[in-house]
């Protein structure tokens, strides 16, 4: 790639290396020709109106690619299933979700294309729940043109590590909510957890199949578990009674249902009494009184990876503690803001 100074009657087919500006006094002033733009043949007559006899133009060698071209590739280079790509503006390339899902960044590859030189892709976290239409990440050049070779390693990444940027849809499942407390079991007090819970389901694409409600002990816990899980139920959720007071026997109950705990106590505020545990390969979720007064616990951080079809594990919950501080702002902004972005690391 070369800069040089030619006639803008000879200019048809090159390169801008610089901005124009057009100024109509009392109307307009700005651009009329980015840096960038490939002259045509049209543009002659409105050059030589804005007094641009002669223009700095690039002149592309073989094995140069132009940033508009560039940034196509990219684009289509790093997007996987879920995922659609922009036209190109100066460059750069948007990737939009196509649908609702969890978005997944190929962290290593991601590194290992921004280790390029001339080549930048910027993503949102990684586990970023995202709706149909987010934008989720954007790449350029930086260049006017760049060497097809860099490009081509990016491809070459992409192809051998996995595609960068994927959304991942939810899984439709049967879900099972089991309240406990003796008062709302024996309807002293009306249920405010199992409304909670049912939306947060049914906002990811999941159903409630079964909602029941046990009292404080831990067989009728276990019974209920077991029941949900043979009737057919993928997820169970388990609500309140999760503290380590006498009569908070929910772990308990969730133990003696024959399920393995993976984690009881998580790293997230709200969310410090949070238990994940499988039996018979299904989720088993211990969910703490905060997921019914806050709207932002650990559950939003937590449901749509498990919904999305991940196993997680200990480590999982357990990274969970870089990040896993809600500020409790006024207007909650969830998952635009620092909540979560823990999870991002695995």
Request: net charge negative.
């Given at each position: ?271 410090a009494m949070f238990l994940l545990a499988y039996k ?10 905060c997921g019914m007064y806050f709207r932002t616990t650990i559950l939003d ?46």
């Amino acid at each position: 790639m070369r800069t040089q100074v030619i006639p803008v009657e000879e200019a048809v087919g090159k390169v801008l290396s610089h901005d124009i500006t057009k100024v109509v006094p009392g109307e307009f002033k700005g651009v009329a020709f980015k840096k960038g733009h490939i002259i045509s043949e049209d543009d002659i007559p409105e050059l030589l109106k804005l007094g641009k006899e002669r223009v700095y133009v690039v002149e592309l060698e073989a094995d140069d690619v132009h940033e508009d071209e560039a940034g196509i590739r990219l684009g289509r280079a790093v997007a996987g299933e879920g995922v659609r790509c922009s036209e190109p503006k100066e460059s750069r390339v948007n990737l939009y979700a196509t649908r609702s899902g969890l978005l997944k960044i190929n962290v290593p590859a991601l590194e290992a294309i921004n280790e390029l030189r001339e080549v930048i892709l910027s993503t949102l976290p990684n586990n970023t729940p995202v709706t149909e239409g987010d934008m989720l990440a954007g790449t350029k050049v930086i260049p006017l043109a760049v060497k097809e070779e860099v490009v081509r390693a990016v491809e070459i990444i992409s192809a051998e590590q996995g595609k960068v940027v994927r959304v991942i849809p939810y899984q439709s499942l049967d879900v099972g909510i089991i309240v406990t407390g003796g008062e709302v079991f024996a309807g002293r007090v009306k249920d405010a957890f199992g409304p909670v819970l049912r939306k947060k389901v049914e906002s990811l694409g999941s159903h409630v199949r079964d909602l029941k409600y046990a009292s404080d002990e831990p067989q009728m816990i276990a019974r209920l578990i077991e029941e949900m899980i043979a009737e057919g139920n993928r997820l169970v959720m388990v609500s309140g009674g999760m503290s380590v007071d006498p009569d908070d026997v929910t772990p308990q109950g969730i133990a003696m249902s024959g399920a393995y705990i993976e984690k009881y106590g998580a790293p997230v505020l709200p969310g410090a009494m949070f238990l994940l545990a499988y039996k018979d390969r299904i989720p088993v979720i211990g969910v703490p009184a905060c997921g019914m007064y806050f709207r932002t616990t650990i559950l939003d951080l937590v449901l749509p990876r498990l919904l999305a079809g991940e196993r997680l594990t200990r480590k999982d919950i357990v990274a969970l503690a870089h990040g896993g501080l809600c500020r409790s702002c006024p207007e909650c902004h969830y998952p635009r803001c620092s909540f979560g972005l823990a999870s991002s690391e695995r």
